[in-house]
Nanobody
């Protein structure tokens, strides 16, 4: 069964770091975009980071730029989100989505769930003071 799965979430103090992982099974990451989103209860889902897998170009939301960094293992169809200098406002459930539109599209406007072929179940990140 084709799916993506996230891992690496947890509880961390402000200023700390976490690394989230997104791994594909039943298919491989290819030329389509793979992106990270996050959502807090009662709020809309927000785009966090995106990579155009084929070209390797990346994009980051202003709120995380300079603190979060994407890395990948192409052979393993794995995408990592290195989160540094975490802040309480980073607290959210983080989702990985695969086979979506170009990152420029993701960054330009809110995307619908149907814009991505695969969504993970999410991994919780909680940042405390």
């Amino acid at each position: 069964q084709a799916q993506v799965e996230e891992s690496g979430g947890g509880l961390v103090q402000a200023g700390g770091s976490l690394r989230l992982s997104c791994t594909a099974s039943g298919f491989t990451f290819d030329d389509y975009a793979v992106a990270w989103f996050r959502r807090t209860p009662g709020k809309e889902r927000d785009w966090v980071a995106c990579i155009n897998w084929g070209g390797g170009s990346t994009a980051y939301a202003d709120s995380v730029k300079g603190r979060f960094t994407l890395a990948r293992d192409n052979a393993k169809s794995a995408l990592f989100l290195h989160m540094n200098n975490l802040k309480p406002e980073d607290t959210a459930n983080y989702y990985c989505a695969a086979e979506g539109p170009l990152c420029s599209v993701v960054a330009a406007r809110p995307v619908d769930s149907s814009d991505f072929a695969y969504w993970g179940q999410g991994t919780q990140v909680t940042v405390s003071l």
